[in-house]
T-cell receptor
Framework: AQSVTQLGSHVSVSEGALVLLRCNYSSSVPPYLFWYVQYPNQGLQLLLKYTTGATLVKGINGFEAEFKKSETSFHLTKPSAHMSDAAEYFCAVSAFGNEKLTFGTGTRLTIIP | ETGVTQSPTHLIKTRGQQVTLRCSSQSGHNTVSWYQQALGQGPQFIFQYYREEENGRGNFPPRFSGLQFPNYSSELNVNALELDDSALYLC?????????????FGPGTRLTVL
């Protein structure tokens, strides 16, 4: 079974500051890990994914995440926040590529001008 | 390449009624998954269809049912609607058999049950 914990349901950062959204997972098998972004009244857009191989994963819009097996973490970062980054972010895990996705409860990111 | 589309965008029903939500897969995809996203929550897996057969189900009662058609489009049916069924329903399509089966999400159908 898989589960995801996202620490911090709301995160606020100043424009230009570092964005750090935390995700810890639990999985009985090697996980596939994902970060999705959801803008108001829209569906989910994939930011980045980890399947196998390199543990530092780069995604769209300047985001990246690092898979740390020893810490069971997959935190999302962006060096410099932009106003357009304000959205809801979801971390998700699956056992295999096409298996069901198990999502965390989400983190709402607010950017302060 | 056409993305995942869902209809209708919004829907209002009353308790006890039945509802059908529709999803058109991204071109070339053969698998459809449905998720329920309650307000302020992450999406919850309802079920997945592959080759017109249910291929995995989450913790949802039998009044949630689905269909997948030969063109890989899909329907989600919910009978005997309850107030707690009010949510955003998301459809995602993917291609089984590719090296990595990324799921592509549609914009969702927002269902309100009164």
């Amino acid at each position: 079974a898989q589960s995801v914990t996202q620490l911090g349901s709301h995160v606020s950062v100043s424009e230009g500051a570092l964005v750090l959204l935390r995700c810890n997972y639990s999985s009985s098998v090697p996980p596939y890990l994902f970060w999705y972004v959801q803008y108001p009244n829209q569906g989910l857009q994939l930011l980045l994914k980890y399947t196998t191989g390199a543990t530092l994963v780069k995604g769209i819009n300047g985001f990246e995440a690092e898979f740390k097996k020893s810490e069971t973490s997959f935190h999302l970062t962006k060096p410099s926040a932009h106003m357009s980054d304000a959205a809801e972010y979801f971390c998700a895990v699956s056992a295999f590529g096409n298996e069901k996705l198990t999502f965390g409860t989400g983190t709402r990111l607010t950017i302060i001008p | 390449e056409t993305g995942v589309t869902q209809s209708p965008t919004h829907l209002i029903k009353t308790r006890g009624q039945q509802v059908t939500l529709r999803c058109s897969s991204q071109s070339g995809h053969n698998t459809v998954s449905w998720y329920q996203q309650a307000l302020g929550q992450g999406p919850q897996f309802i079920f997945q269809y592959y080759r017109e057969e249910e291929n995995g189900r989450g913790n949802f009662p039998p009044r949630f049912s689905g269909l997948q058609f030969p063109n890989y489009s899909s329907e989600l049916n919910v009978n005997a609607l309850e107030l707690d069924d009010s949510a955003l329903y998301l459809c995602a399509s993917s291609l089984v058999g590719s090296s990595y089966n990324e799921q592509f999400f549609g914009p969702g159908t927002r269902l309100t049950v009164l």
